[in-house]
């Protein structure tokens, strides 16, 4: 059965740091992975997703994600982020059906 | 529209009450889902639509839950007899493409702002 792992609730960072949002996945086959980005009282974003070729994708507003086969990873990153990009990001994944199944979210705080 | 809309965006029922939740697609778009999110969890699927056909509905928690698109645009979640587990923030997303190759339906897809039930 597919299973999505957010391994951090939240994560709290400075403006202009670094960061990564971390996402496990289970499948026994293949699988397409997405990120979301869900803003304050508004609908889900789509940031990213891997279908196949390049394991690492880049997306809108600077972020990007590296595929991992080996370690069924799909971890999120921003070299530098802004007080703008607070929001809950979820990472999901598909294996070609019609359902997308999500991880739990975690909520990213940019600090001042 | 330009985007999803979703009505209402609040929705305060009383255990028992019925309610109908109304998802307006964007204008030609083939693919409907809906989701359920619950507080702190990531969304779960509850149904698919291509056109007027439900072609998926195995996540429908129980059978109060019905969803229907007549038309092949709007469409209606509803939900009988609520109880205080169904409280949830219920998301709409649409898509254009009806591909064979179905994970084009889903990197596509756009999602409404939802509508907040609560159920007290």
């Known amino acids: 059965a597919q299973s999505v792992t957010q391994l951090d609730s939240q994560v709290p960072v400075f403006e202009e740091a670094p960061v990564e949002l971390r996402c496990n996945y289970s499948?026994?086959?293949?699988?397409?992975l997405f990120w979301y980005v869900q803003y304050p009282n508004q609908g889900l974003q789509l940031l990213l997703k891997?279908?196949?070729?390049?394991?690492l994708v880049k997306g809108i507003n600077g972020f990007e994600a590296e595929f991992n086969k080996s370690q069924t990873s799909f971890h999120l990153r921003k070299p530098s982020v802004h007080i703008s990009d607070t929001a809950e990001y979820f990472c999901a994944s598909n294996t070609g059906g019609f359902k997308t199944i999500f991880g739990a979210g975690t909520r990213l705080f940019v600090k001042a | 529209g330009a985007g999803v809309s979703q009505s209402p965006r609040y929705k305060v029922a009383k255990r028992g009450q019925d309610v109908a939740l109304r998802c307006d697609p964007i204008?030609?778009?083939?693919?409907l889902f809906w989701y359920q999110q619950a507080l702190g969890q990531g969304p779960e699927f509850l149904t698919y639509?291509?056109?007027?056909?439900?072609?998926?509905k195995s996540g429908l928690p129980s059978d109060r839950f019905f969803a229907e698109r007549p038309e092949g645009s709007v469409s209606t979640l509803k939900i009988q007899r609520t109880q205080q587990e169904d409280s949830a923030v219920y998301l709409c997303?649409?898509?254009?493409?009806?591909?064979?190759?179905?994970?084009?339906?889903?990197?596509?897809?756009?999602f409404g702002q939802g509508t907040r039930l609560t159920v007290v």
């Open positions: 204008s030609g778009h083939v693919s």
């Open positions: 891997y279908l196949s070729g390049s394991t």
């Open positions: 639509f291509q056109n007027e056909a439900q072609l998926d």
């Open positions: 997303a649409s898509s254009f493409r009806s591909s064979p190759r179905r994970t084009e339906m889903n990197t596509e897809a756009f």
């Open positions: 499948s026994s086959v293949s699988v397409y």
